[in-house]
């Protein structure tokens, strides 16, 4: 049967989903759990590539597997077998061409700051630090720029061959909880490393080296005069795949 | 001068605060960056001692160091000899006699439930998971019982050597947020253990195990009939020390 896995994971020990040789990665880790309950070798197939260090509150993958065990059991089957920063939170059988990552419709990111003058080290994986005067205000107004449909190229990294870049957002949200910020973006679909260059590029406005024409400009024409701020991994969270 | 220092530590990977032969301890990693600071072997007093995986936001701590340093500006000379997991929020001079733990007032602490069926990796080392049917309802009526001034000799594990196990709890709260939950305790002082011992209690309330009437007569005889629960450290968090 083919078998929906939805999963937490704290990205950082992990290499990034993707299976690479000789490094700990989610991919593997699961696929692995998953060939000592069934004694199949399975190909994993991911929602969405996430990077190094970057957390998933709601990655999604498929898997064919034969099986006695009853689909929505099969979560609580595998989680003894994986470490405890991977774990399925739910599972359950889908159609025979039913693709994670093919079939998927849109995703959920949120990137975390934590607004303080000191490092804090419960938070030191979780969030991206900025100072405590940081202007959240320059960031709710530039905020709502990225929304609609924009070539998003100027703000994904080289790498990654899509056909196209064009992108749309549908949610571009800033939510506030005293010291602690997210930002939230939900698309049809993210190029490589987009959320984090969106992310360094408000916090870029909000330092006040980028101004909100700017970045208006360069979603406009496609084009980016100045080199991109790419925010680091830790602060980024994968919330939810649609379907 | 007498140094006051405030600290935030990720409590996973110490032995605990105090420092330990071999082990890696909160005390011992502090004083070896204040060593290499200051080139001075300098003796640091915790206001308390909290075990191995439990965290601290405020932790408080004193120690004597002859210093051109200011002593507002010395967190930030000392955190980057500190490792990611602990750092110095604040530094202040106090006065001579002044000691972290002898002038303690009192201290706050919370204790974090996670209301989920299903494993959590972005909160293993962050909460206590109970069930989502988790009935907190019975916790919030029994957690005021521990409120004022009780012999709390059945709430400590033995090994400490302490004068009187009389402490009086200023506040015993529950703060829901969802799936979140926080238990807040502030007292005069704490036994060993006695935080988590509470919890365990509460915990065995909302199970069914503990009627919140034993836990009454528990406090008032100072006698325990039942082996105590006691929470795992991992959802304990020392908030405050109060002068």
Not at 36 to 47: C, D, F, M, S, V
Not at 174 to 202: I, K, P, S, T
Not at 222 to 239: D, H, I, N, S
């Amino acid at each position: 049967m083919n078998l929906k896995l939805t999963l937490e994971y704290d990205g950082t020990d992990f290499c990034g989903w993707q299976e690479q040789m000789g490094q700990r990665s989610v991919q593997g880790t699961v696929a692995e759990a998953l060939a000592r309950l069934t004694g199949q070798n399975i190909k994993l197939h991911g929602a969405g590539r996430t990077d190094a260090g970057v957390h998933a509150l709601g990655q999604v993958a498929n898997c064919v597997v034969k099986t006695q065990i009853p689909p929505e059991k099969f979560a609580k089957a595998l989680n003894p077998l994986l470490p405890p920063d991977v774990k399925v939170l739910t599972s359950e059988v889908v159609a025979e061409e039913w693709h994670a990552r093919f079939s998927a419709r849109g995703k959920l990111y949120s990137y975390h700051l934590l607004l303080s003058d000191r490092p804090r080290p419960l938070l030191r994986h979780r969030a991206l630090r900025v100072g405590a005067s940081f202007d959240l205000d320059k960031v709710e107004q530039a905020i709502s720029l990225f929304l609609g449909r924009h070539d998003f190229a100027p703000f994904s990294a080289k790498g990654s061959s899509v056909k196209s870049t064009v992108r749309t957002i549908t949610q571009a949200e800033l939510l506030r909880q005293g010291e602690h910020c997210q930002l939230l973006f939900a698309a049809d679909g993210f190029l490589y490393h987009m959320v984090r260059m969106m992310v360094g590029e408000l916090v870029a406005v909000a330092l006040g080296s980028v101004t909100p024409e700017e970045v208006a400009a360069t979603l406009a024409t496609a084009e980016r005069r100045r080199p991109p701020l790419t925010a680091p991994p830790q602060g980024l969270y994968l919330v939810e795949v649609r379907y």
